[in-house]
């Protein structure tokens, strides 16, 4: 088992608590002193940092949302002088105005760090040769996982995305055995080698792939694993709080929130009572040791659980369930909430198949109506009508069964749906609210 840095990824899970009380304290002394952002808004709550008296104490903090970003837009939320900050990413954001995060040279080597330890959790370190298909530049995939990997000794190629048949050949002339991007980006790479006559699994030395920036499920792990022959890990993160920080370690089962940088709840999204371990629920972040953008009960809006038991690596630092959804993907059907992760676990069941669908929501009516569009595999699609109609209805038959959902299913050919390199979308509610 490797660690990067055994003191701290060994630290008994008591230590650790410890350890976290004391950040909580100094942060929060910190910023109701030097923030005014956060001096405001804890008068206004009556909070001094004596109110701190152990870790569950955050609690008793108020939340930050997006909202709060974007209101506070382009840097008054920033902690620190402009002259302390070495480098700023812009968060895409779906709606409204992008966010805009900041760095101070501490900042970086944390970030660095937690990436340094999570990469040497998934097996990569010096004598790898890594390929960093995350975009370069305002997103915070590229240029993070590259200081991460560098630190670890790793070979890095920093292809961004894009220019997918110059990856391929990269790949196999510079004997890649590693990679970074999002899951669909590397589902589409893999069928482009695919139509240029090469095998990932039998052709190119990959052999790990570190997979994140979007929601993607078990089944998929296990069908990019077989298919390609690698071990992929799922690296979890988001802008506000740096960028890509956290990955499972090779127990594959939760991914490790570094305790010393972190302190996570899981609350209701709709009261923002905190939750159980083991309840699911909406991930709640304060960042214990960012200087920049220090985030207090950050809203993430991911969907997720705390896991309980200690994990076999050795590691009391806690895991999080792979991230559901996002609270506001949450789709809601005819009364019932369905993630599009649940509909990509049914279908990634099947084996006839492909990789890529589309969710398709809109009203009949009063009623919703969602669609489910998806690429047959290639060896499965047929001219054969009565075949087709039979894996319609066993796909419509398995998606009623599993999440009590009826739905439209329109199996489509290879390769009729739109591929993506950063994060796919896969959503069109026509609906109006
Ligand atoms: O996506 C940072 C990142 C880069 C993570 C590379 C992993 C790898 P944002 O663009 O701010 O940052 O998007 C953050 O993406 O709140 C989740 O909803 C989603 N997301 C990120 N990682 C995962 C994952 C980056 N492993 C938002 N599984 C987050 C599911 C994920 N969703």
């Known amino acids: 088992m490797e660690y990067w840095n055994p003191r701290i990824e060994k630290i008994p899970a008591d230590e650790l608590r410890k350890m976290q009380y004391k950040l909580l304290k100094m942060l929060v002394y910190r910023l109701y002193n030097f923030s005014p952002y956060y001096r405001r808004k804890f008068k206004k709550h009556n909070i001094t940092p004596d109110d701190i008296k152990n870790c569950e104490d955050v609690s008793k903090l108020p939340f930050t949302y997006k ?15 402009q002259q302390e900050i070495v480098r ?6 779906t709606t409204g105005k992008p966010t805009i995060v900041a760095y101070t040279q501490q900042d970086i080597n944390l970030w660095t760090e937690s990436l340094a330890r999570s990469l040497t959790a998934c097996g990569i370190g010096r004598g790898n040769i890594i390929q960093i298909s995350y975009g370069y530049g305002l997103f915070t995939g590229g240029l993070g996982l590259h200081y991460g990997a560098e630190r670890v000794g790793a070979s890095v190629i920093p292809t961004g995305t894009g220019n997918t048949e110059r990856q391929i050949e990269l790949m196999q002339d510079m ?28 052709d190119t030395n990959l052999k790990i792939a570190i997979l994140g920036a979007e929601p993607w499920s078990e089944k998929t792990r296990q069908r990019i694993e077989d298919e390609l022959g690698i071990d992929a890990y799922d690296i979890y993160g988001m802008s506000e709080f740096n960028g890509p920080m956290f990955t499972e370690c090779s127990e594959k089962s939760g991914i490790h929130i570094w305790g010393d940088h972190m302190l996570v709840e899981v609350v209701d999204p709709k009261t923002g009572e905190v939750l159980e371990e083991g309840e699911e629920g909406e991930l709640v972040v304060t960042t214990l040791q960012k200087e920049a953008l220090p985030l207090i009960r950050y809203r993430t809006g991911d969907i997720t659980e705390l896991y309980q038991d200690l994990c076999e690596c050795g590691r009391a630092h806690q895991r999080i369930a792979r991230i559901k959804g996002r609270a506001d993907d949450m789709l809601i059907i005819r009364g019932i909430n369905v993630f599009p992760s649940q509909i990509e676990y049914v279908l990634m069941q099947t084996r006839e198949v492909g990789k890529h669908f589309q969710l398709v929501v809109e009203r009949d009516g009063a009623l919703d109506k969602m669609t489910v569009r998806v690429e047959v595999s290639t060896e499965a699609f047929s001219d054969k009508i009565n075949d087709m109609i039979a ?3 066993r796909i419509k038959d398995r998606l009623k069964h599993f999440l009590n959902i009826n739905t439209e299913v329109e199996l489509l050919e290879p390769g009729s749906l739109p591929r993506f390199e950063g994060k796919a979308k896969r959503i069109i509610d026509k609906r109006e609210f």
């Not at 909202?67 to 002088?81: E, G, H, S, T």
């Not at 700023?88 to 954001?93: E, I, P, W």
């Not at 004997?175 to 699994?201: D, F, Q, R, W």
């Open 88 to 93: 700023y990413h812009v968060s895409s954001g």
């Open 175 to 202: 004997k890649v055995n590693s990679i970074a991007c999002t899951p669909s980006y590397l589902i589409h790479m893999a069928e482009k080698a695919e139509n240029l006559g090469i095998s990932i699994k039998n």
């Open 67 to 81: 909202k709060d970003l974007r209101d506070n837009y382009p840097d008054k939320m920033f902690a620190v002088p």
């Open 391 to 393: 894996l319609k209805n």
